[in-house]
């Protein structure tokens, strides 16, 4: 065994010193696969790790109990009163070792640039609390006197506004105390409605103004903040809403609000691992068409190995170890690139608390590694397999397999009367089907992502002619954002899609030029033009691409229906602009395929022909 | 005299490793309309760099090219291809059949290249492949042809648009001693219908269906013979040329 490694270990070196060109291009496909999902997993874990930090500097909740009315609804008195006593009996429930509140909410409104935003107040008497004390940040926390408010750390930042400034709430001045951080709520602009605390005398001010009770809030810390979710599971049943009203009731464990509490990280970092997985699945196809394509270019020498004694599996161990260098170097190299760019991206989120600190669990590398290896093992197997099991003397004595039969397809083309150079690159478009299907597959990926990219980009569109509805100007805004940043994410990983697809399709067509050199040297020989000969190339290769077109569009579509609705406005791609795509695509397909085409065309026929 | 091919002054040189190798250095051709020609000479002698030459199929480094008594030389890569569709038919030793197409569409490709329509084309393919003894074959690729097949399928397909000329290079080399004699007769039959013939061979029973033998060496012309009737056997054939090589 110890051999064979040796063995295998000194081929796949120097295969790699031979052909660094595939090598590299290998390690970029699978460099830009593990990146991605090295950065989705950093920055989600960034925004987790940062939630931790500020839920331990604020004694945050385990459970928290929350009751809401809408403050222009009449009829919630009883279930209020009701509500009023199960936070009485929650708070003395087995299990809860501290309590905060319950703390009364007002709704009212603040002014924000370019409009009013909902508010919550929130009225704590002045002190600290054993839960849920929010981390000052800026100025100071409610002090007995003060007629002033505390604003949570989002509403302060999309304000631009700090300890010693006014607010307009009610239309009305209100000095702020200090600016504070909770992970009590999400963060303001995402997560609605604004919030600020205040004293009691405050709020009494409030009150004046026509700031309305809308419900309030309990929060407990047990024993083990483990048994969150089964104190919530043995208590939810008891807190349902009165049918008949509008009013609502809820217990939320610490771990529901940290997974609903950065969003737009979750959606950002969703998105990135998404792109990630298909990019991987697109390098699959890398790795089994460089590897098909080197096992039948090398396939005598296969054969010459085989001759001099060494065997199928060391031959196969040989081709794992240099694919699995390469993938163990990109797992490297992608981990460090989601680890250096994780702070930037989460630092554009509006709703992690804190200073964002990327890390990844070692069960996230062996994710990312274990991925690159996977690639590798389903793109390098069968090809290898099939190269090695080919007989010793067929392999000394063969190039490239030659078709076994005609196409049906060719000859309707030929009946057709389509021209010749059309008829011949459908003649050997079938010759390898493997590399067809898996170039297509990769494409098809492509075309999917573009018309999400599409619909994403008219809906997106759609929603920023909106007027942005009373009480909602700067969440709709931060909502764009967010969008944005979706937008630009599906975009770049449609093209990213696309050019891996070009480049496997770089990869086929430079492989099918060299298979298929001495055939198209033969019908130069015969008076075919160097320029039918490209056309013929070409043609042969456009099966993938009309594939990818023909079913990349109907899934792009049928992704996007899962998609839409909900915060997105419904929208259609247009007919033409899916016209445009199936158009363009198989545009810029042909133009990569040109290039290895008219690479073989420049070339003189007679060193192509075969003197056997 | 009415020369189909004149060569004078051709020169192809290879870059090698350690020097430059002159592959065919300063040869004069001339073909006459109706001639067969045999060229023969030992391995690497530029016998068949000298076809490739005048096909077209490579570019001499100096020298003079005339087909038909037009100046060839100069011409582009694409001109070339349409001149060879036209006026030139190639019989190479591997065959070089496209994989792709079967017998019959490799025969007719040439014709659909020079503009036949698919009918005609189709109709003078299996015309050639009867007259050739394997129309029966006409559906089945490459690959499942034997050697003798594929080659009198290449024959066929260097015959259909009636060539000023045909450069036949090893057309034997590949073949087993049974097909070897159908070619043989193939190359006859072709010399005496007066179609013009240059035949690179190692096989003296090749070159002895020639009207006229040129003897290569060191990728210079180094003899010529008219064969007239009568011609010499294949084994006084090669004692004359003391090539030492020949099959």
Sequence with gaps: MIRSLRVAARLAARNIRRRPGQALLLLLT?????????????????????????????????????????????????????????????????????????????????????????????????????????????????????????????????????????????????????????????????????????????????????????????????????????????????????????????????????????????????????????????????????????????????????????????????LLLEYGAV???????????????????????????????PRLTSTQVAIVGGVAFLVVLIGTVRPAFRGVRRSTLSSLASGARPPRRPGRLSRWASDAGLPVPAVLGLRSSWRRPGRLITNAAGLTFGVAMIVVALALRDSLDLLNTRIAEPGHAASDAAVGVLYDQIRAIVLGTALLLVTLGSINAFIVASFAARDGARSHAAIRAVGGTPRQTVISLIVSQLGACALAVVLGIPLGLGLWSLMEGGD???????????LVVAALVPIVFAGVVSVPARRLASRPVAPLLTYE | MNPVIEAKDLVKTYDADEAPVRAVDHVDVVVEAGEAVSVMGPSGCGKSTLLHLLGGLERADAGELSLGGDRVDRLSETEWAILRRRSIGFVFQAFNLVDELTAIENVELPALLLGASRRDARGRAMRLLERLRVSERAGHLPDRLSGGERQRVAVARALINEPLLILADEPTGNLDSKATGDILGLFAELRDARQTLLVVTHDARVASTADRLLTMRDGAIVGQTRLEAGRPTASALAGLLDLGDTA
């Design chain 1, 568 to 578: 997105l406005p419904e929208t259609g791609v247009s007919l033409l602009a899916l």
């Design chain 1, 30 to 318: 699978l460099t830009i696969a593990t990146g991605t999902l090295g950065l989705g997993l950093s920055v989600y874990g960034s925004a987790d790790a940062a939630w931790d930090r500020a839920w331990t500097a604020t004694d945050g909740f385990h459970v928290s109990f929350d009751v809401y009315h809408p403050p222009d609804e009449r009829g919630n008195d009883h279930f209020v009163r009701s509500m009023e006593r199960r936070a009485a009996e929650l708070a003395d429930a087995p299990g809860v070792v501290a309590v905060g509140g319950p703390w009364t909410h007002l709704y009212g409104s603040i002014d924000v640039a370019g409009g009013r935003e909902d508010l919550t107040a929130e009225i704590r008497e002045p002190g600290r609390y054993a839960v849920d004390q929010p981390l000052v940040t800026s100025g100071g926390w409610l002090r007995s006197g003060d007629d002033g408010v505390v604003l949570e750390g989002g509403l302060a930042a999309t304000l631009g506004a700090e300890a010693g400034d006014t607010v307009t709430i009610q239309g009305e001045p209100f000095p702020i105390i200090g600016v504070a951080t909770t992970v009590s709520r999400g963060r303001f602009p995402l997560a609605r409605p604004a919030q600020v605390w205040v004293t009691p005398a405050t709020a009494e001010r409030m009150r004046d103004l026509g700031m309305t009770v809308e419900g309030f809030e309990l929060q407990m810390r047990l024993r083990d903040p483990a048994d969150a979710p089964a104190f919530v599971a043995s208590h939810r049943p008891a807190f349902r809403a009165d049918p008949n009203s509008s009013a609502i009731a809820f217990l939320e464990t610490w771990q529901e609000r940290r997974a609903d509490s950065h969003s737009d990280i979750d959606i950002v970092a969703g998105t990135l691992l998404i792109a990630g997985i298909l990019i991987a699945i697109l390098t699959i196809s890398t790795a089994a068409v460089l590897v098909a394509g080197r096992m039948s270019a090398r396939i005598r020498q296969v054969g010459t190995l085989k001759a001099v004694g060494t065997t199928p599996r060391q031959i196969v161990l040989a």
């Design chain 1, 327 to 357: 993938a163990l170097v990109a797992t490297a190299i992608g981990i460090g690139i989601g680890l250096l760019l994780a702070p930037a991206i989460a630092d554009t989120s509006v709703t992690i608390l804190g200073t964002p600190q």
